[in-house]
Structure formats: structure tokens, C-alpha cells
């Protein structure tokens, strides 16, 4: 069965292909609580604390998800409900890196009814997504709303990700193949509101792709991580930053699941979302 938004009359459809039955769900979407100039809609995360981290029972845990330690984010902040989409990404930007574009070999693994610029764009670098946010930032109607972007801290990420849970996953302690689209599930990205959004109105926080945080990584930072906003290591081990969520290629990723690779690299599984900041004019 595959679970995919889409636009039709009715609450869902059954789509007949040769030979294969699929039945297509439509997942409601949760109002957004800002939509920017280029459409982009963001969910309204409040303050709060959590215990950031794996727990101490949780068996497939890495040594750097650990030690479990409390986190108080202090302010509330807007935060993309979907991956930044390829049409997003383009239309900011003016191309589109990713393998599973329109007339690239990965369309070739897609189903035909498959819209690429809905899809999480991916093959971006940490700096790819950094100028993103940048670009985005100067738009002339960004400016003029006062609105800047940023990449979600590794906190506020786990934070929003979690939606006042405890769990493994946001949806419970064991995987599920209809709740996130990685494990291999899929061997391609799905198109964003595949799979219901979590409490806090999130699409794809498990999955889909892999998503750039602004943290520099560190092994040993939870140790000594400051309790109320972290912002990550001053000075990083290594030319690494984190990504966080995992994707549709890698192992079930749980809400603590920390990766990394160095700023420069990129692969298909990498894409990211953005925060949205208000400043009064």
C-alpha cells in the first residue's frame, strides 16, 4: 500500500495501475500557523523542556545519543512543517541539485504519478542549505514581513521531532512501516503529507530525508551541554555538522538518532527544513 496526499474530491480514492491495486490515503493537513511569500508553511512550536537524548534502556542507541540530560528551550519558534520540497528549493535558488528531479535517472524509480517538486530536495551540502536560508531571507517580501530563516538547532529539532513524547519514535517504541518512509520501505523519497504529521502538525520529522541542523557535532557534548538553549560545540571535533531524522535509505531513525557528515558533502538522503524568525519592524 502506498500513502500519498493527494488533490481529488472525496476522502481518498482507489487507483487502479496494471496488474497493482493502490489505495491512496489522504492525510489531513493541520492548519499552518504562517505561510510565507513563497508558500512555505511553518507550525507554531511552543516553549517547553524534555529530556533530550537516548534512554538509558534503549538498546540501539550510539555512545554520542547519550546521556539522556534535560533541555529547556526558552521561546517558542515557527518550524517547517514539511522538508524544504525541490519546487521550494528552485524557486529560491534557481536550480535544483537533486538526484530524483524531473529527467534524472532517480525519476526512473518514481511512480508515474509522481510530481519531483513536491518531493524533499536532496544532494545539498550544509552550506547548500545555510545559503538557502540566506536567499530566502532577502527576498523583498521577506524583508518587508521583518521574517529571517536559519537551520533548526540539533534542540529544538529533537525538541519539535519528540511533540511531548518519550517514546523510541514519535509514534511509539517500535518501528512502523506505515508511519515513516525509511528502513528502506521505499528505495526513493516520497512526496511531502505521505505519512500522518505528528502533535506538533510536523510531516516526515522520521524519514523521507535526512535534515541539516545548525549544530557542529561532538561525541562528548552532551556531557556538558548548557540546559537551556544549547546551541551545539564552539569548536567542533571535525568539519562535521549533524543531521538528524534519518532517510528513506538508512535504518529506522529515532527521535535521538544523531548522524554527521562533513559541511561540504551531500548525498540523495540529505535535505533539511528551516526555522522562520520574526522580528518586529
Not at 540501539?60 to 526558552?74: F, I, K, N, T, Y
Not at 537533486?98 to 529527467?103: H, K, L
Request: with cysteine.
Amino acid at each position: 500500500m502506498v500513502r500519498r496526499r493527494v488533490v481529488f474530491s472525496g476522502t481518498g480514492c482507489v487507483l487502479l495501475v496494471p496488474l497493482i491495486l493502490i489505495t491512496l490515503s489522504v492525510w489531513p493537513w493541520p492548519d499552518s500557523d504562517l505561510t510565507n511569500s513563497t508558500g512555505m508553511r511553518f507550525r507554531c512550536i511552543p516553549a517547553g523542556e524534555f529530556q533530550m537524548g537516548a534512554r538509558p534502556d534503549d538498546e540501539g542507541a550510539e555512545p554520542d545519543e547519550r546521556p539522556q540530560h534535560r533541555v529547556v528551550l526558552s521561546r517558542s519558534f515557527l518550524l517547517g512543517q514539511f522538508e524544504v520540497s525541490q519546487g521550494e528549493y528552485r524557486r529560491v535558488m534557481g536550480r535544483n541539485p537533486s538526484w530524483f528531479r524531473a529527467g534524472e535517472d532517480g525519476q526512473k524509480r518514481l511512480g508515474w504519478w509522481t510530481d519531483p517538486d513536491d518531493l524533499p530536495v536532496e544532494m545539498v551540502s550544509w552550506y547548500d542549505a545555510v545559503e538557502f536560508c540566506e536567499r530566502l531571507t532577502s527576498l523583498t517580501e521577506e524583508v518587508a514581513a521583518g521574517r529571517r530563516y536559519r537551520l533548526p538547532t540539533e534542540a529544538e529539532w529533537e525538541y519539535a521531532c519528540r511533540a511531548g513524547t518519550v517514546t523510541r519514535f514519535s509514534f511509539g517504541n517500535q518501528f512502523r512501516a506505515a508511519a515513516a518512509n525509511m528502513d528502506k520501505v521505499h528505495d526513493h523519497p516520497l512526496p511531502r503529507g505521505s505519512y500522518p504529521p505528528n502533535a506538533f502538525g510536523l510531516f516526515d520529522m522520521h524519514g523521507n530525508v535526512l535534515e541539516w541542523c545548525s549544530d557542529w557535532h561532538s561525541p562528548e557534548y552532551y556531557a556538558r551541554s548548557p540546559v537551556t538553549d544549547p546551541r551545539g560545540p564552539e569548536h567542533p571535533d571535525a568539519d562535521d555538522h549533524v543531521l538528524r531524522g534519518g532517510g528513506w535509505a538508512f535504518p529506522a531513525a529515532s527521535c535521538a538518532f544523531r548522524d554527521r557528515i562533513s559541511t561540504l558533502l551531500k548525498g540523495a538522503s540529505h535535505g533539511f527544513r528551516v526555522v522562520c524568525e520574526v522580528q518586529l519592524l
